[in-house]
């Protein structure tokens, strides 16, 4: 099935620092979300996004959607170690998601 | 205020049987989506129910099957299970605004690993 190109893949960072991540699609979507997946739990909401060039902040979080309502990217600052998972993007249209693969995040004290 | 709940959480079924996995979305919530995720990868969209009735499906066979239930609970039955079929299925819920701003909230899952 379809996903979106999610990156990066992996990132290994110290805490304190900031963290951005991307997606990009080929098709257009008229909402843009992130979520959080921890091991053996399911995707928790963090941020969504409704309109092209809308900047949402979610206590540490920043998102944005894309002019062009195919990309969208997510900010961490000041990263703590409750940050480490798993964070997806997903684009949704009409009644779907499609997701992103992924990008796992590790903080390292 | 309740959040999605699913069952049951884990389940080991043997190649060639059925499953049936469980949904009661989020209080206040009318619509249920079913997604798959396989270990690695992001979910994968396999069908959504609003007022009993399938309304929109991704790319899965008609082994996968679905109902909802008047009370807005919905039910993912799997056939003739494959090994392929090993996966995390997630139950997504939401309220039916239309086809914006449908916040979608994901329970934590039914671990089915198929043997």
């Known amino acids: 099935g379809q996903q979106l190109n999610q990156s990066p893949q992996s990132m290994f960072i110290q805490e304190g620092e900031d963290v951005s991540m991307n997606c990009t699609s080929s098709?257009?979507?008229?909402?843009w979300l992130w979520y959080k997946q921890d091991p053996g739990e399911g995707p928790v909401l963090l941020i969504a996004?409704?309109?092209?060039?809308e900047l949402t902040s979610n206590g540490r979080l920043t998102a944005q959607f894309g002019i062009t309502r195919k990309d969208s990217f997510l900010n961490i600052s000041a990263s703590i170690p409750s940050d480490v998972g798993i964070y997806f993007c997903a684009g949704q249209n009409a009644r779907q998601l499609t997701f992103g693969s992924g990008t796992q995040l590790t903080v390292l004290p | 205020d309740a959040g999605v709940t699913q069952s049951p959480t884990h389940l080991i079924k043997t190649r060639g049987q059925q499953v049936t996995l469980r949904c009661s979305p989020k209080s206040g919530h009318d619509t249920v989506s079913w997604y798959q995720q396989a270990l690695g990868q992001g979910p994968q969209f396999i069908f959504q129910y609003y007022e009993e009735e399938e309304r929109q499906r991704g790319n899965f066979p008609d082994r996968f099957s679905g109902h909802q239930f008047p009370n807005y609970s919905s039910e993912l039955n799997v056939n003739a299970l494959l090994l392929g079929d090993s996966a995390l299925y997630l139950c997504a819920s939401s309220l039916n605004r239309g086809l914006s701003g449908n916040t979608i909230y994901f329970g934590e899952g039914s671990w089915l690993t198929v043997v």
């Open positions: 098709s257009i979507f008229n909402t």
């Open positions: 996004l409704y309109k092209a060039g």
